[in-house]
């Protein structure tokens, strides 16, 4: 059964801190995508990776970086969190071959900055 | 004007009823179009995906893809309470760029 997992479901952190969310995929594909979801908003495409220590930017970069050292962990760094940053964070990955182009996602972590 | 749109909803239904989900969009080099089902405190999970147009039928759901007028459907007969859920489109061209498009849901509830 694949699996993409998050390291956390709920995070509360303090407007200014350091936050680092993690994402670990267990089927060995090459792309992993870093995403928000706010209402109305939909998903929205932070950072993309394609192979380790590469990464493109998404639609919303802004405040945010990543880290793929290994090719199965993709992290995703807040580095001073605001408030506006308060939002679902969901982890995908998917491999190039695959004919359904499908995205694995991962369960999300919602995080809370106050 | 966005790239996807898709009505936010809320939809509810009887149970047994023939639920129709919609999305529009602008791009007309978007090749592949999925459905995502996302469960509440969960994340997105594929239903149904086609490429380019025409129908494709899995179980108690049809996915339809119209290219000419830019608008995909995801029909769900028998309706199940356990079928409500946010569903989410998703588009993306056939090569060129490793983006995913996605509309902002639909939710749906189910009556039993």
């Known amino acids: 059964d694949v699996k993409v997992t998050q390291s956390s479901r709920y995070l509360v952190k303090r407007t200014g801190e350091k936050v680092f969310l993690e994402c670990v995929q267990d089927?060995?594909?090459?792309?992993m995508f870093w995403y928000r979801q706010d209402p109305g908003l939909g998903l929205r495409l932070i950072y993309f990776s394609y192979d380790v220590k590469m990464k493109e930017k998404g639609d919303i970069p802004e405040g945010y970086s990543v880290s793929r050292e290994k090719k199965e962990r993709f992290s995703l760094i807040l580095e001073s969190a605001s408030t506006n940053q308060t939002s679902m964070y969901l982890c995908?990955?998917?491999?190039?071959?695959?004919?359904?182009?499908?995205?694995?996602f991962g369960p999300g972590t919602r995080l809370t900055v106050t | 004007q966005k790239e996807v749109e898709q009505d936010p909803g809320p939809l509810s239904v009887p149970e047994g009823a023939i639920v129709s989900l919609n999305c529009t969009y602008s791009n007309s080099a978007f090749q592949y179009f999925m459905w995502y089902r996302q469960y509440s405190r969960k994340g997105p999970e594929l239903l149904m995906y086609?490429?380019?147009?025409g129908n494709k039928e899995d179980g108690r759901f049809t996915a339809q893809v119209d290219k000419s007028s830019k608008y995909i459907s995801l029909f769900i007969r028998d309706s199940q309470p356990s079928d409500s859920a946010t569903y989410l489109c998703?588009?993306?061209?056939?090569?060129?760029?490793?983006?995913?498009?996605f509309g902002t849901g639909t939710r749906l509830k189910v009556l039993a």
């Open positions: 086609t490429y380019s147009s």
């Open positions: 995908a990955s998917n491999s190039p071959g695959l004919i359904s182009y499908e995205q694995y």
């Open positions: 998703a588009m993306k061209p056939l090569s060129g760029t490793y983006k995913y498009i």
């Open positions: 089927m060995d594909h090459e792309n």
